[in-house]
């Protein structure tokens, strides 16, 4: 059976977190991050297309940097840690 857009990019997105930040996200977790962005508790850095946008967004004490979707409601993918 085919995987859907929202069940893969949900793979991505873990399989990143845990690449670069060493942090292991579950269903529950990514679906917190998009709650915290659609209530505006993130900073939004910008957009790459008219549906995503980057985000930074606190979670589990870290600053995570994200890639939402606002057309499917779901994190893409989380970014390596931005270079102060």
């Given at each position: 059976m085919r995987?859907?857009?929202?069940?893969?990019?949900?793979?991505?997105?873990k399989k990143r977190a845990w690449r670069?930040?060493?942090?292991?996200?579950?269903?529950?977790?990514?679906?917190?991050?998009v709650q915290k962005i659609q209530a505006g508790r993130g900073t939004c850095l910008g957009?790459?297309?008219l549906a995503r946008s980057k985000w930074q967004v606190e979670h589990q004490g870290r600053t995570l940097v994200v890639v939402?979707?606002?057309?499917?409601?779901?994190v893409?993918?989380?970014?390596?840690?931005?270079?102060?």
């Open positions: 995987m859907s857009k929202i069940q893969s990019n949900r793979i991505h997105a670069r930040y060493g942090l292991v996200l579950n269903r529950n977790d990514l679906r917190e991050i957009r790459t297309s939402y979707d606002k057309k499917r409601h779901v893409i993918t989380v970014l390596p840690r931005r270079e102060q």
